[in-house]
């Protein structure tokens, strides 16, 4: 069943109405546009992300340490499979160009796999506040998101991201409650990537974004940025870790008496910078990603069907 | 104590799956056997993947649960190497709650797949590797969407 709109008008009252598109509908091309950059910028977030941990199975202390992140690199490379197909099913790039433009440099992903991992705590700071804003930005495409195989993927995503914190945390209250030597770690590693993992949610929304009148986004980027901070701002305080911001205050007077954290102004250069490859790691981190996916080349070679001789 | 026992039984089975919020460890057949000596519980579960990394916090959510029960001070979690997990144990209600509410089904006995989203019978199999151990990946030609069996 193929449904079809007239125009906009009425493509935008049936996504008012609570309507789902599906991949078989004959949705308006920019709604395909958008929802497409948006799962392909998801998708190679995923897959630069799983590469990063996988750099770390071999360094993580101890077996249980090492087999959490072997089962957490085999999640996200698991999501960037699913979301590589829903994409490429749109039609608009196969699997394939979408690869070959992210090892190019030509395509974007998150900003936080534009940064290095120094130590052990770097991936620690990763696993508790980065996974924790990814999951954060994630639930909110999930609340709405009105592309149906998208939303049904997400649905997977986001449990399994909720199970990832548990062991962010898990794995920070190990560091938090050892030696001066492992908090002090994990205290550089905080100022490395709180400012990153807060930008992650990227700059104020434009009020005429299309994502969030075709409810792919539920909610404004500043929103869920404020909502992180509030969140994360107290847990780190209480367990004896200095946020990275001169000007960071309370203010009780804030939202009606509820008061507020207030962070300094961000400086958003950095994650521009990141968008045009530009970041910290950037190229040290595509180049890993374009080497690994030559050195599987065979693989997916061996996995095309042949012919068989007579 | 058959009292406690049951008490200690519930307690087992409210104790959820991290990875799929709704559905109990008990509903998924991962209960093998629950005992109760004295003040002490013993729960016997059998994981769906031996390398599964999910098996220390679901140890610990049943250890909680347990000793939250009046009457027990001690509980020993033991996770078995037989018999093995099958597919079978999934209760069938739950089955019905993995498709619709996660995309994800099961084989049917005689090897083929219904698709969770539309009910078509054309689902192949995309790849053995899943995001998680005890899953693989399939794809609907009739929806278009993916979908993800356990195995």
Same mark, same amino acid.
């Given at each position: 069943?193929?449904?079809?709109?007239? !125009?906009?008008?009425?493509?935008?009252?049936?996504?008012?109405?609570?309507?789902?598109?599906?991949?078989?509908? !004959?949705?308006?091309?920019?709604?395909?546009? *958008?929802?497409?950059?948006?799962?392909?910028?998801?998708?190679? +977030?995923?897959?630069?992300?799983?590469?990063? *941990?996988?750099?770390?199975?071999?360094?993580?202390?101890?077996?249980?340490?090492?087999?959490?992140?072997?089962?957490?690199? %085999?999640? *996200?490379?698991?999501?960037?499979?699913?979301?590589?197909?829903?994409?490429?099913?749109? /039609?608009?790039?196969?699997?394939?160009?979408?690869?070959?433009?992210?090892?190019?440099?030509? +395509?974007?992903?998150?900003?936080?796999?534009?940064? %290095?991992?120094?130590?052990?705590?770097?991936?620690?700071?990763?696993?508790?506040?980065?996974?924790?804003?990814?999951?954060?930005?994630?639930?909110?495409?999930?609340?709405?998101?009105?592309?149906?195989?998208?939303?049904?993927?997400?649905?997977?995503?986001?449990?399994?991201?909720?199970?990832? &914190?548990?062991? /962010?945390?898990? &794995?920070?209250?190990?560091?938090?409650?050892?030696?001066?030597?492992?908090?002090?770690?994990?205290?550089?590693?905080?100022?490395?990537?709180?400012?990153?993992?807060?930008?992650?949610?990227?700059?104020?929304?434009?009020?005429?974004?299309?994502?969030?009148?075709?409810?792919?986004?539920? %909610?404004?980027?500043?929103?869920?940025?404020?909502?992180?901070?509030?969140?994360?701002?107290?847990?780190? %305080?209480?367990?004896?870790?200095?946020?990275?911001?001169?000007?960071?205050?309370?203010?009780?007077?804030?939202?009606?008496?509820?008061?507020?954290?207030?962070?300094?102004?961000?400086?958003?250069?950095?994650?521009?910078?990141?968008?045009?490859?530009?970041?910290?790691?950037?190229?040290?981190?595509?180049?890993?990603?374009?080497?690994?996916?030559? !050195?599987?080349?065979?693989?997916? +070679?061996?996995? *095309?069907?042949?012919?068989?001789?007579? | 104590?058959?009292?406690?026992?049951?008490?200690?039984?519930?307690?087992?089975?409210?104790?959820?799956?991290?990875?799929?919020? $709704?559905?109990?460890?008990?509903?998924? $057949?991962?209960?093998?056997?629950?005992?109760?000596?004295?003040?002490?519980?013993?729960?016997?579960?059998?994981?769906?993947?031996?390398?599964?990394?999910?098996?220390?916090?679901?140890?610990?959510?049943?250890?909680?649960?347990?000793?939250?029960?009046?009457?027990?001070?001690?509980?020993?979690?033991?996770?078995?190497?037989?018999?093995?997990?099958?597919?079978? #144990?999934?209760?069938?209600?739950?089955?019905?709650?993995?498709?619709?509410?996660?995309?994800?089904?099961?084989? #049917?006995?005689?090897?083929?797949?219904?698709?969770?989203?539309?009910?078509?019978?054309?689902?192949?199999?995309?790849?053995?590797? $899943?995001?998680?151990?005890?899953?693989?990946?399939?794809?609907?030609?009739?929806?278009?969407?993916?979908?993800?069996?356990?195995?």
């Amino acid at each position: 069943m193929t449904r079809t709109w007239s !125009d906009l008008d009425d493509f935008q009252a049936f996504i008012d109405g609570g309507g789902m598109v599906e991949p078989n509908d !004959d949705m308006p091309a920019p709604y395909r546009d *958008e929802v497409f950059r948006f799962i392909e910028f998801h998708a190679n +977030s995923e897959l630069m992300g799983g590469l990063t *941990e996988r750099d770390w199975i071999p360094r993580a202390p101890g077996v249980r340490l090492k087999q959490i992140f072997l089962a957490k690199t %085999q999640d *996200e490379i698991g999501h960037a499979h699913l979301l590589y197909q829903v994409a490429a099913d749109m /039609g608009l790039k196969t699997r394939t160009e979408m690869l070959e433009q992210l090892f190019d440099g030509r +395509s974007r992903f998150h900003n936080v796999f534009h940064y %290095q991992a120094v130590t052990w705590a770097d991936q620690i700071a990763i696993a508790y506040l980065v996974d924790a804003a990814a999951f954060a930005s994630q639930r909110a495409v999930f609340a709405e998101c009105t592309y149906g195989p998208y939303k049904r993927v997400l649905k997977r995503i986001v449990s399994e991201e909720g199970f990832h &914190m548990r062991h /962010g945390e898990e &794995m920070l209250l190990r560091l938090a409650e050892g030696t001066d030597t492992q908090r002090s770690m994990f205290q550089d590693a905080l100022t490395r990537w709180w400012w990153p993992a807060v930008q992650l949610f990227g700059p104020d929304s434009d009020p005429n974004d299309p994502l969030l009148r075709w409810k792919i986004k539920s %909610q404004t980027n500043e929103t869920l940025r404020h909502a992180y901070i509030q969140k994360y701002v107290p847990l780190l %305080q209480s367990y004896g870790f200095e946020i990275p911001d001169d000007n960071l205050r309370f203010d009780a007077e804030a939202e009606d008496g509820k008061g507020a954290w207030l962070t300094t102004d961000i400086d958003w250069e950095p994650l521009k910078a990141t968008m045009r490859q530009g970041g910290p790691d950037s190229r040290r981190r595509i180049s890993t990603a374009a080497a690994n996916y030559a !050195d599987t080349a065979w693989v997916r +070679s061996a996995l *095309e069907p042949k012919p068989v001789a007579a | 104590m058959t009292a406690l026992l049951d008490r200690v039984t519930a307690a087992v089975g409210s104790v959820h799956d991290p990875e799929y919020p $709704g559905v109990s460890i008990a509903e998924l $057949g991962l209960v093998e056997d629950v005992a109760v000596t004295g003040d002490r519980a013993s729960v016997q579960m059998i994981p769906t993947y031996g390398g599964c990394p999910a098996l220390n916090f679901i140890a610990e959510d049943v250890r909680t649960a347990v000793t939250a029960v009046p009457g027990v001070e001690v509980c020993d979690v033991e996770w078995l190497r037989s018999p093995i997990w099958t597919q079978d #144990r999934v209760a069938p209600h739950v089955v019905q709650f993995l498709e619709s509410e996660f995309t994800v089904t099961l084989r #049917r006995t005689d090897g083929t797949l219904v698709c969770p989203v539309c009910g078509s019978g054309t689902v192949r199999d995309t790849s053995p590797m $899943g995001p998680s151990r005890c899953r693989s990946l399939a794809y609907c030609d009739d929806c278009r969407n993916p979908v993800e069996v356990m195995r």
